[in-house]
DNA sequence: ATTATTACTTGTTAATTGCAAGTAAATTAG
DNA sequence: CTAATTTACTTGCAATTAACAAGTAATAAT
């Protein structure tokens, strides 16, 4: 099967948690939904995270938000002929998710620190 | 690296997301937190849920949340010498973290559905 | 026009996953 | 008590996925 092909149209189960984590259930997929979530739109600005996800995982994951309307493509800020990404709605209503998951981290493990800006996750 | 052994000194980042990914981020962590919180105590119980975790990948689950203080290990409720598994405080504080991303599966995926007994996640 | 940046893709190696089978200790059946 | 069964894993191995490095085509900047 080709990179970034994974296939969608089967579920383990019908229980909501298990078809979620289908979708982001592994290391870095929320970590591009946080980042979206502070703001940031580019491959550039994902990539230079400080978690320094690799490029072709990046981009699987992209192709794999954008397959099941987590995130949307539009045209760059910058004017440039460039795209961008965004949230959708449904990436949007992940915001309580990345909020618990956040604040459990924050209580449970006192080497992490909130680093982040203004749209606050 | 012996299976079940992975390391866990070192973080990607700071962030309390990424943290808390290090620790559950895969397809099957959550699952079998989700089974805790359901009341299913042993080995058997959480190979037997639905998705059909496998049993190499389950022991070396278990062994991650008992390291991290997710799960403890306690003796088995039918009297033997067996033992079973429970959430201790920093597990049972994972409870936000599922009921948001339940609240998301069911919100977004018409084709899920909650299958929970009493203890409700 | 040349150089640099962006947004990826490709190749290769390392690690992890999933399936099947095996095992040792504990329990149950006879 | 002995034998069969169940439990809670472990082991072997093929297949998938991840990580790292390098490459590339399309802009964009100088």
Redesign the pocket.
């Known amino acids: ?1 080709p ?2 092909k ?1 296939r969608t149209d089967w579920r383990r189960s019908p229980c909501p948690i298990a078809c979620s984590l289908d979708i982001f259930g ?3 997929t929320l970590l591009i939904v946080r980042d979206l979530m502070l703001g940031r739109t ?3 600005d994902f990539s230079a995270s400080p978690e ?6 990046l ?2 994951r ?2 794999r938000l954008l397959q099941h309307n987590v995130v949307e493509q539009i045209p ?1 800020a ?1 004017g ?5 990404y965004r949230l959708t709605e449904k990436g949007n209503a992940l915001r309580p998710v990345l909020k618990a998951m956040r604040d459990w981290g924050l209580a449970w493990d006192k080497s992490t620190r909130v680093m982040l800006s203004p749209k606050s996750v």
């Open positions: 099967m990179a970034g994974k592994d290391r870095w580019r491959f550039r320094g996800i690799p490029t072709n995982i981009a699987d992209l192709e760059a910058d440039t002929k460039r795209l961008a």
